[in-house]
């Protein structure tokens, strides 16, 4: 029988807490909405859907739960994005130096992000971040682990981490309680887009 690793684990999300993501989703999802004949709100209005996954973002501008048009929107975000918004991105200042400190100091680290995982490779590869990382873990294209239980849940099972000596850092609700179902320990990340009441 394996045994779950007792060291000291930290997965940390993406949006809002390695990366600010914000123009390149505001700009993305504006074309995905005016793609499909809709108005957009505005970029502050649009940058609180920071985080949660885009199909339940899209879902909620739309108004509407009907699966084409759904997949619609996702489609023409995903255009726009992989071509430009991907990297209209930034690292949050301190996130280098601090996940340093925490690799010398020999805490595993991952990532957990709702973000597809081709894409989270990509801008982790891009900005220099990848080094720091035992394995990003990410959803499928299709969707699947898109939502933060799920795949908290399938990373402890894949790499026989202990629950009790793992940590999730995010700035989200969904990363908390994420965390909490799968009874491993939230940090919440006050820099990114999920305020302390959230």
């Given at each position: 029988?394996?045994?779950?690793?007792?060291?000291?684990?930290?997965?940390?999300?993406?949006?809002?807490?390695?990366?600010?993501?914000?123009?390149?989703?505001?700009?993305?999802?504006?074309?995905?909405?005016?793609?499909?004949?809709?108005?957009?709100?505005?970029?502050?209005?649009?940058?609180?859907?920071?985080?949660?996954?885009l199909e339940?973002?899209?879902?909620?501008?739309?108004?509407?739960?009907?699966?084409?048009?759904?997949?619609?929107?996702?489609?023409?975000?995903?255009?726009?994005?992989?071509?430009?918004?991907?990297?209209?991105?930034?690292?949050?200042?301190?996130?280098?130096?601090?996940?340093?400190?925490?690799?010398?100091?020999?805490?595993?680290?991952?990532?957990?992000?709702?973000?597809?995982?081709?894409?989270?490779?990509?801008?982790?590869?891009?900005?220099?971040?990848?080094?720091?990382?035992?394995?990003?873990?990410?959803?499928?294209?299709?969707?699947?682990r898109s939502?933060?239980?799920?795949?908290?849940?399938?990373?402890?099972?894949?790499?026989?981490?202990?629950?009790?000596?793992?940590?999730?850092?995010?700035?989200?609700?969904?990363?908390?309680?994420?965390?909490?179902?799968?009874?491993?320990?939230?940090?919440?990340?006050?820099?990114?887009?999920?305020?302390?009441?959230?």
């Open positions: 029988m394996t045994t779950a690793r007792a060291t000291a684990t930290v997965l940390f999300d993406l949006d809002g807490t390695l990366t600010d993501p914000r123009e390149g989703f505001v700009a993305s999802v504006r074309h995905a909405l005016l793609q499909l004949g809709r108005s957009a709100p505005s970029e502050s209005e649009l940058a609180c859907h920071i985080g949660p996954p339940e973002t899209l879902s909620l501008l739309l108004g509407s739960n009907d699966r084409g048009a759904i997949e619609a929107a996702v489609a023409a975000y995903r255009q726009r994005y992989a071509a430009e918004g991907i990297f209209e991105n930034c690292v949050y200042p301190g996130i280098p130096s601090a996940l340093a400190d925490l690799q010398a100091l020999g805490m595993s680290l991952y990532v957990a992000t709702s973000k597809p995982q081709v894409f989270a490779e990509r801008i982790l590869e891009h900005f220099g971040l990848m080094k720091f990382f035992s394995v990003v873990y990410g959803s499928e294209l299709d969707g699947a939502n933060k239980r799920d795949l908290i849940a399938y990373i402890l099972e894949r790499e026989k981490l202990s629950p009790r000596s793992t940590h999730m850092v995010g700035d989200r609700a969904h990363d908390i309680v994420g965390a909490k179902a799968n009874a491993v320990r939230p940090i919440g990340a006050l820099w990114g887009y999920g305020s302390r009441e959230e």
